[in-house]
């Protein structure tokens, strides 16, 4: 899947998803599109960064 990035200098382009986790890093970009509109890097809300740790029940299925 190739998503949509805004680069610091002004142009737009096409990138792998495994790309894209590298140019959020290196903070080689500005921003990306979602589906529900653009996120703006670092400002926007980011998977995997920080956020509440769940505390409910254990739901995912134990292989024995």
Known sequence: ?????????????????????????????????RTDGWVRVPQGPLRGHGGKRYEGPERRSKVI
């Open 1 to 33: 899947m190739r998503i949509l990035v805004d680069f610091f200098d002004g142009n737009f382009g096409l990138v792998d998803t495994d790309r894209l986790d590298f140019l959020i890093a290196s903070r080689g970009i500005t921003g990306f599109k």
